[in-house]
């Protein structure tokens, strides 16, 4: 959850590569045990603003649920990069391959207890959570299927 009213996160610039990196060498091995492939393409030097914690949480959250989710065999690669423009300055993409979701499941994915199908594969909080945090860092997240993968995409 988010810090409590008086609670503030410790807004810094944070190594988001090193972040990322560092969260990806955890996932390695759950994606090897789910019989999954899972990549990292991320420019280096990446930084952004924001609290390491919730930047650590949010990365965990996408990627976790990437796991849960993707079709047996599949594959999820994550990528960040920096995108030109003004404000935002990085882009975070995990991807999994998989069935796209309905209009209803898009429609309802970053609400809190929703869940995809009846699987019970958790709480229906993770999703809803990124989104809390992508808002207090005052970001975008959105889902978008493109080229059989379920992507997550945020810019902070």
Known sequence: ALPAQGDEYIRKPVDFTMLLEREMLRFEVV????????????????????????LTRLIDIIVENAVKYCAPGGSIEVTAS????????LRL???????????????????????????KKGAGLGLSIAHEIVSSLHGAIQYEYIDGKNSFIIEL
């Open 31 to 54: 994606a090897f045990d789910h019989g999954l492939t899972l990549s990292l393409d991320a420019e280096p030097g990446l930084t952004v603003m924001g609290d390491e914690i919730q």
């Open 82 to 89: 920096k995108k030109s423009g003004l404000g935002r300055k």
């Open 93 to 119: 993409c995990c991807a999994n391959t998989g069935e796209e979701l309905t209009k209803e499941q898009r429609d309802n994915i970053f609400k809190p207890f929703y869940q995809v199908d009846g699987t």
